[in-house]
Structure formats: C-alpha cells, structure tokens
C-alpha cells in the first residue's frame, strides 16, 4: 500500500466552479501535510502547508483530519489557470524526506 | 533570484550505457535532494545531502545509482549500466536546511527527462 494515496481524477470543471477532492495517509506518524502543484511537463511548486487548525490561502482551503488520517483542498471559484495535477505531500516531523501521492488531475474549462 | 537548475534537460542514452546528471541548487541551500518521477506518480525520493554528505541514500533502487556533492552546491547523480526501467524524470531540489519545528521548504528544479532506449 502506498503511504499517500490520491483520487487520480481528472476532475473537470466548467469555470466558476468550487472543487474538493481529499487524499489519505497511512503513517500516523507523519507531521508535516503540504499541497504541491504541477503543471504539465512542469516541477512541483508548493502551493500551501497544510495546518491541524485548517488554513486558506486566497480561493484555496486546506482541511487536515488527523484521526481519519486524510487531508482535502478545495478549490472556489476556479480559474481556467487552476487547471494542473494537485500533488498532496506528507514528511515525519522535521523529515527531509516527502512522500507524494500520485496526483490529482484538475481541468477548468471555459 | 535564480532558482534549482538542472542539467541537460534531457537525455536519451542506450541500454546499459552510463549517464550523469547535474543539479545546481539555489545559492546558501544547504540541503539538497534527489527525486525521480515516473510517468503518472508523484516524485519518489532518492538521497538527501546536508552539506557535501549524503545523509540519507536509502532511496537510491540499487548500487548502479550514486550521486555526490563535492562542495556542498553543485550535485551530479550518476547511473551506471543504465537499464529501461530507469527512464522517468528526475528531480532535484532544495532547501535552506535550517533545522526547526518544521519541515524546510523543497524547492523543485525543472527535472532532467531520461530515457533509456
């Protein structure tokens, strides 16, 4: 099993749309949550960390359940620019090493 | 300012031929990483520098892959005997490396592209 499994999508959405999608963790040990994104052919780009109490940033919200042990962004108003593959990331605590889901694929269409 | 930059950004090599790939992190990072991702996964990790020494490899599939960072900037993964299997992008990263609370920001170069014919 892998540590960081995600909903491979794609999701697509008209523009003006709000989109929620989630990915699950099996290492209770795992500290650190971050939302990475990736454009085609592109490098990840950390997009926002994800903290115990929630946080947002913008049109972009973060929801972090330690007990079920999975995190969701979601996305309101999207953009046709929000349109990438939605990388969710976890690192123990102070851990160098992150571990990525494969993705989940987002097209927001005119 | 200048971010990671990776070196070549592509590159076709035959089977069982060897290969070097350079990664040039952003200036002060101290910390510097190696991932590889295949086509439709997330990035897997490969071996982790502080400084000049690896102080984590055990990413790294087996002994025909070895990387150094001689002074502690520039880094070059090396793949002997490559293999088909090895083909996928890979990716490079870094980070300040200041110890804390909280996991230091990766900051990602654009990935050299391998394959392995």
Request: with cysteine; hydrophobic share 30%; aromatic share 12%.
């Amino acid at each position: 099993r892998k540590e960081v499994e995600q909903d491979p999508g794609p999701f697509n959405v008209p523009e003006g749309a709000t989109v929620a999608f989630n990915c699950t963790y099996s290492n209770s040990a795992s500290q650190s949550f971050f939302w990475y994104r990736q454009d085609c052919r592109k490098e990840p780009k950390l997009l926002m960390s994800v903290y115990s109490s929630g946080n947002e940033d913008g049109r972009f919200t973060a929801q972090l359940n330690r007990a079920s042990q999975y995190i969701s962004l979601l996305i309101r108003d999207s953009k046709l620019s929000d349109s990438a593959t939605y990388l969710c990331v976890v690192a123990h605590s102070n851990d160098y090493k992150l571990s990525f889901g494969a993705g989940t694929t987002v097209t927001v269409r005119a | 300012g200048a971010g990671v930059s990776q070196t070549p950004s592509n590159k076709v090599t035959e089977k069982g031929k060897y290969v070097e790939l350079r990664c040039d992190p952003i200036s002060g990072h101290t910390a510097l990483y190696w991932y590889r991702q295949s086509l439709g996964q997330g990035p897997e990790f490969l071996i982790y520098f502080q400084g000049t020494g690896a102080a984590d490899d055990s990413g790294l599939p087996n002994d025909r892959f070895f990387a150094v960072r001689p002074e502690g900037s520039v880094s070059t993964l090396k793949i002997q005997r490559t293999e088909r299997g090895d083909s996928a992008v890979y990716l490079c990263a870094s980070s300040p490396g200041t110890s804390g609370e909280t996991t230091d920001t990766q900051y990602f170069g654009p990935g050299t592209r391998l394959t392995v014919l």
